[in-house]
């Protein structure tokens, strides 16, 4: 019996973004910080964001879960990221990873992908074949990352600034 082949019709969504996102355990206090996140993922996704199309949890590794997530655009996933409770979780976590590791990478129906790392002890995903470089400039946010044309959807969660002084 042949196998039943098909695809997707995505021309209702000419300006997809798919991003995977993941949280590794670095330290034992890192499984307070991974168990801490679910129930506050959970409360997000169920909040239904404007945008979200999707989200699904993926297991890694016995210490390495994380999630993908289908939105509409940029501008809904960048409006979402720096809102609340997002925008208090990211700044609070880029000032104590609390024993993890996070990264997502970002990819665009329309062209063009983004990644960030922030404290993985390995090599994870683009990083892995990728040259690596200091989040900084105009590497600093995913817009400018991803070469993203348009207005930032509110303020940062934290300032390049703010972050790289208080290191």
Do not use: C
């Not at 790392?117 to 400018?144: C, H, I, N």
């Amino acid at each position: 019996m042949r196998a039943k082949r098909e695809t997707v019709d995505l021309s209702a969504y000419p300006n997809l973004v798919v991003i995977y996102l993941g949280m590794r355990v670095n330290a034992l206090m890192g499984i307070k910080t991974l168990l801490g996140f679910g129930p506050k993922i959970s409360a997000a996704v169920e909040a239904k964001p404007d945008g979200l199309l999707l989200h699904e949890n993926m297991f890694y590794s016995l210490r390495h879960f994380g999630m993908r997530q289908y939105w509409r655009d940029f501008e809904s996933l960048e409006a979402w990221s720096r809102s609340e409770p997002h925008r208090t979780w990211w700044r609070t976590f880029l000032r104590d990873t609390g024993g993890t590791g996070f990264w997502h990478e970002a990819y665009f129906h329309n062209g063009g992908m983004e990644a960030v790392y922030v404290d993985m002890l390995q090599p994870t995903g683009l990083a892995r074949f990728a040259p690596v470089r200091e989040a900084t400039g105009a590497m600093f946010s995913a817009r400018k990352r991803a070469a993203q044309a348009g207005e930032t959807q509110g303020p940062a969660p934290i300032s390049e600034q703010e972050f790289y002084s208080s290191t």
